[in-house]
């Protein structure tokens, strides 16, 4: 699976933004799809993923309540829906696919080029 994330950009605080990861191959909907970000000298965090159906998402508590992942798998497409921005979500957003439910980055086997969202204040 290769992965494509877009949507990046300068943003207001309490703005909202939507991210997408378009996915090639025959087995997106195989995996569980994730969503990280990494702030300048700072760790990869977990932000949230979605389960290989869609019917199921789970959240850093950090972002629970402003963002919302969402998958099409038809068009081979995951979403990152984040509204209410702070300066603090500023960081390079990831997308990631695991056979596992998991939220450690570890686990994850494809990784998108990410994207770079700014908060500013």
């Known amino acids: 699976v290769q992965l494509q994330a877009s949507g990046g950009g300068l943003v207001r605080a309490r703005g909202s933004l939507r991210l997408s990861c378009a996915a090639s191959g025959r087995t997106f909907a195989g995996y569980l799809m994730g969503w990280f970000r990494q702030a300048p000298g700072k760790e990869r965090d977990f932000v949230g993923f979605i389960s290989r159906s869609g019917s199921s998402t789970f959240y850093a508590a950090s972002v629970k309540g402003r963002f919302t992942i969402s998958r099409d798998n038809a068009k081979k497409i995951v979403y990152l829906e984040m509204s209410s921005l702070k300066p603090g979500d500023t960081a390079v957003y990831y997308c990631?696919?695991?056979?596992?439910?998991?939220?450690?980055?570890?686990?994850?086997?494809?990784w998108g080029q990410g994207t770079l969202v700014t908060v500013s204040s």
């Open positions: 990631a696919a695991s056979p596992r439910v998991t939220d450690s980055p570890n686990e994850y086997d494809y």
